[in-house]
């Protein structure tokens, strides 16, 4: 069993609608947790973290975390066509060591 | 002028030959990754580097090696490239931050195929 599983997509979604990408750990210990925005034939970036439990918004984003089910999502409200990318979460898996999942290819179309 | 770069941007060589990818950055980050990323797979670490003498093997380092010249430049080789090579290949670099809060920038890229 990989320790972060993400459903690679892809997705596509009209533009406006509200986008739910999600990810499941296997580890209870994880506790820091990030999602990355990757455009075509570029690196990753960090887009936000949040740690342990619970939400953190900004902007149209969110991301959540439910340690109870090991479940990380991140929510993209009023989605643009700008926000077309590959979206990698990740968690830090000890010693400053990150551990992706495949990363979900979002498409928004207008 | 970016802060993490990579070269060459593509690169087309063959089974058997040894090839080499650099990294440099100007963010004065201690820390620098390497990583290739394969459709379905994501993200795998290769090898990671602490400081200048500190090199450590990552998930998947047969096949593979490296050399931190320096604070700014961190190399990765394949000694003897074979297909199942052909990948993306990322460098990252990182400060460390504060405990398991790291964020960790990357390069552009390197896209690499076997023949």
């Known amino acids: 069993q990989k320790e972060v599983e993400q459903d690679p997509g892809p997705l596509s979604v009209p533009e406006g609608a509200i986008v739910s990408l999600n990810c499941t750990y296997s580890n209870s210990a994880f506790q820091y947790f990030m999602w990355y925005r990757q455009y075509s034939r570029k690196g990753p970036e960090l887009l936000m973290y949040t740690y342990s439990s619970g939400n953190k918004e900004d902007g149209r984003f969110t991301a959540q975390v439910d340690k109870s089910s090991k479940y990380i999502s991140l929510f993209i409200r009023d989605s643009q066509p700008s926000d077309s990318a590959t979206y990698l979460c990740a968690t830090a898996g000890g010693y400053n060591k990150l551990i992706f999942g495949a990363g979900t290819r979002l498409a928004v179309h207008p | 002028d970016a802060d993490v770069t990579q070269t060459p941007r593509n690169r087309i060589t063959k089974t058997g030959k040894r090839i080499m990818l650099e990294c440099s950055q100007t963010?004065?980050?201690?820390?620098m990754y390497w990583y290739r990323q394969d459709p379905g797979l994501g993200l795998r670490l290769i090898y990671y580097?602490?400081?200048?003498?500190?090199?450590n093997k990552g998930e998947i380092s047969d096949g593979y090696s490296v050399s931190r010249q320096a604070q700014a430049k961190f190399s990765l080789s394949l000694e003897s490239a074979i297909p199942n090579q052909t990948a993306l290949y990322f460098c990252?670099?990182?400060?460390?931050?504060?405990?398991?809060?790291?964020?960790?920038?990357f390069g552009p890229g390197t896209r690499l195929l076997v023949l």
């Open positions: 580097s602490f400081d200048v003498k500190d090199i």
């Open positions: 990252a670099t990182s400060d460390g931050g504060k405990a398991l809060q790291e964020t960790q920038y």
């Open positions: 963010k004065g980050h201690d820390r």
